[in-house]
């Protein structure tokens, strides 16, 4: 068998891309290989299609056959039954759906469809036309740039397809009594880009369709999206109903070039800069997806110093949506050669053909990876997908295990309905749009209403549920679903509007003294009001310098939810109160990570929120016999231990770098949580699979050579105190003790709440 490096080099011979990154010494290619465009043919005539109006639009279109997963799913969506179609890109998901919806609305009935972006159901919106207006039948896009005329339009119900978004119709249920008669008529929803909706996504979309429901007992439910592990588990769990799984087919257009790299001789981020670079030199066009905004700041301030700055450009959640449009319109056109972008362009949004998509950090799930890849190659051309490690524990061990990396199935979504902080406002909600009954509410449901009943915003009389006034204010400003943290407005000082970040991520990036980075240019924030959600910030050219909060994190256990166990370690899920106080931040070179200096505020800025997390008793280890000495040595292996459980969970969960914190103490417990308020599910899941999360960050601290910890194991970006008191040797004894199955300490945890 040829080694891997053998293999890579005889692919580079014939391909100039290949050839150029392994020239280069500056880092090590880890891993290549060409994977070649799924060969498979429509096979159905598309006369099998009624009424023959429809077959004959579809002809000419020039859709003379079907894929049979198509027509599966033409079966199933005409034959009223809820279904989910899971496919590859390119592979025609969209008329999967878009066939029988059409066919049902030909007999007058009304669907919706509902895309996770206003951008992209605009994006789509030309697609339907074509083929529902020859029918006779009008589509529009109900958002927020609905003129009057559309938006009474719907309500007449003179449109048969009518595509929105989750946050519009949030929006439009509470506030429009006109939609809310429009919903209770409407045939099916149909729900495109499901896989996107995983996590505190999900559990709103989970009671967005509780609330249609409400509304419209006979409604229906369609979804497409990309493949994920679980489909007819989780789109049954979202609508709360028996599902129909369609399964399409992978496709790849034209050769997709995989390839795994590791810098050597300089930074991540250089090596993105680079690549970008070299994509430039070579006339193809780039999209580096990065998983935190932050990131794809600092790339385009370091390409900026490089004078290409012109060519390149950043598209992110917190940009304004005309910002977001003209990248993406550029890009499309050719003025821009790249573009920097978080999830928000995973998204099947029309930007054109791209060459290379170049992955900055590890993508949180295999599904992402596969999204992101489909982003490219769209014209039938070779193209390559780039994925750049980095000097962090889950690189470590995607270096060591490439094919694991590779090989991957996409993942289970997961998603948490019992979400408080979510249901609550939902529920208010639902009073709101029609009458609620107690006696048609679940346990979890009727638990709720009684505290919003000692809150004062609802009243009970008799079995109906009334909003109070209280109530009614609460609920008027639930506008936007995209997560559950208040969200922070950024304004020029003086009153212009920058963009927005969402708790509790506001008070680590816009803390007094803070560099903000937006859309390439750099800010210092002057002042951040907790209290009114608002920072004040000022232009400031800091284009070496970076800020990193320091932090506590406080935990208060409000009750435990379900027990487990590892062996001997005894682990508790959790509903969690969490204090998070910024109190000082670092400033570093961003060229060489450099810390410059430590600076105190002076004044703390705390934010509180409930959330769910895992508390794991680690087995207790000795490490001297003086107390002091012990203590200290004991700090720093359980913190080093919670940092690398965290990056194993990464792995085995899918989750992002920022989906979960940590809290650890020299008593051997530790606490991990769901970094969003009202929790996501994410640490259930790390819960569920710990005897391999543990097996991972044992990999990653054995594998590691440093002397005591580095980044590539248990250091953290995300550490609140700037990866103090940290032990790779110490943290290797406790995941030993616990492989070996010693018990767990036995004293209750030294923070707030009981636990029995």
């Known amino acids: 068998m040829k080694s891997r490096r053998l293999m890579i080099i005889e692919l580079a011979r014939s391909d100039e891309v290949l050839s150029r990154l392994l020239a280069d010494n500056g880092h090590q290619v880890i891993y290549a290989n060409v994977e070649n465009g799924e060969r498979v043919e429509p096979s159905l005539d598309v006369d099998y299609v009624k009424p023959s109006e429809l077959a004959n639009a579809l002809k000419a279109m020039g859709i003379s056959r079907l894929y049979e997963y198509q027509y599966k799913a033409y079966l199933s969506i005409t034959g009223g039954r809820n279904t989910i179609i899971t496919s590859g890109t390119g592979t025609g998901k969209t008329e999967a759906f878009l066939i029988p919806i059409i066919a049902r609305a030909l007999n007058h009935r009304r669907e919706v469809i509902i895309y996770p972006t206003k951008a992209l159901a605009r994006d789509q919106e030309s697609r339907f036309r074509a083929l529902a207006e020859p029918l006779g039948l009008r589509v529009t896009t109900y958002d927020a740039d609905s003129p009057s005329e559309v938006r009474r339009g719907v309500y007449d119900g003179e449109y048969s397809l009518v595509l929105t978004n989750p946050d519009m119709l949030n929006t439009a249920m509470i506030h429009v009594p006109a939609f809310r008669r429009f919903m209770a008529t ?53 609508v709360g109903s028996e599902v129909t799984h369609i399964e399409g087919i992978r496709g790849v257009r034209g050769e997709l070039v995989h390839v795994m790299l590791r810098p050597i001789r300089r930074g991540k981020l250089q090596e993105v800069t680079n690549l970008v670079k070299l994509c430039i030199e070579l006339g193809r066009k780039c999209i580096v997806f990065a998983d935190s905004h932050w990131m794809v700041e600092v790339i385009k301030r370091m390409i900026n110093s490089m004078g290409l700055g012109g060519k390149v450009a950043v598209h992110r959640a917190g940009l304004r949506p005309d910002e977001r449009r003209r990248v993406e319109d550029s890009f499309k056109s050719g003025e821009l050669q790249a573009v920097l972008a978080t999830p928000t362009l995973e998204l099947g949004i029309d930007i054109g053909d791209a060459d290379f998509a170049v992955m900055a950090t590890n993508p949180p799930s295999f599904i992402k990876y596969l999204q992101r890849a489909g982003r490219v190659g769209r014209r039938g051309q070779r193209a390559y997908v780039i994925q750049v490690l980095g000097d962090d524990p889950m690189s470590t061990y995607y270096a060591n295990h490439p094919e694991e990396f590779y090989n991957r199935s996409p993942e289970p979504m997961f998603m948490e309905p019992n979400n408080d902080e979510v249901a609550v406002r939902h529920l208010l909600a639902m009073i709101r749009e029609s009458a609620v009954k107690l006696s048609e509410l679940d346990d979890y449901l009727r638990g709720l209403v009684s505290g919003l009943v000692n809150e004062g915003l609802v009243s009970i009389r008799g079995d109906r ?108 899920y959790a509903v969690l109160d969490i204090e998070e106080e910024v109190y000082g931040y670092v400033v570093k070179r961003m060229s060489s990570n450099e810390t410059l200096g430590e600076y105190r505020l002076s004044e703390p800025i705390r934010y509180r929120f409930r959330t769910k997390g895992i508390i794991l008793n680690m087995p207790p280890v000795n490490f001297s016999a003086v107390e002091l000495r012990d203590l200290v040595e004991k700090g720093k292996a359980y913190h080093a231990t919670e940092h690398v459980l965290i990056s194993a969970g990464e792995v085995v969960a899918n989750a992002a770098p920022t989906d979960m914190g940590g809290i650890s103490y020299p008593t051997g417990h530790i606490v991990i949580y769901d970094s969003y308020p009202g929790g996501s599910g994410v640490t259930k899941l790390v819960m569920e699979r710990i005897d391999k999360v543990i097996d991972i960050a044992y990999s990653i601290v054995t594998s590691c050579n440093c002397r005591d910890g580095c980044p590539r194991c248990v250091y953290s970006p995300y550490c609140g105190n700037n990866n103090r008191m940290l032990s790779r040797l110490n943290a290797i004894r406790v995941l030993e003790a616990a492989l070996r199955g010693e018990r767990g300490i036995d004293e209750p945890p030294p923070f707030e709440g009981s636990i029995p």
Do not use: C
């Not at 009001?529 to 932090?551: F, G, M, N, Q």
């Open 465 to 572: 549920v009334f909003l109070t006034e209280d109530g009614l204010r609460v609920i008027n400003s639930f506008n936007v679903i995209r997560g559950n943290g208040d969200v922070v407005v950024i304004r020029r000082k003086g009153g212009g509007l920058i963009g927005y970040r969402e708790m509790p991520m506001a008070i680590k990036e816009l803390h007094p003294g803070a560099i903000y980075m937006h859309g390439g240019l750099t800010y210092r924030v002057l002042e951040l009001d907790v209290r009114h959600r608002r920072a004040i910030v000022v232009p400031e050219d800091s284009s070496e310098l970076i800020t990193k909060a320091l932090y506590n994190s406080n935990p208060t256990v409000v009750n435990v939810i379900e027990e487990s166990s590892y062996k001997g370690i005894p682990i508790r």
């Open 186 to 238: 409407v045939d099916y929803v149909t729900i495109d880009e499901i896989h996107v909706y995983n996590g505190v996504l999900g559990s709103h979309m989970h009671y967005l369709i509780k609330r249609i429901r409400h509304l419209n007992p006979g409604v229906k439910f369609a979804a497409a999206s990309a493949t994920i592990g679980n489909p007819t588990q989780y789109f049954s769990n979202l």
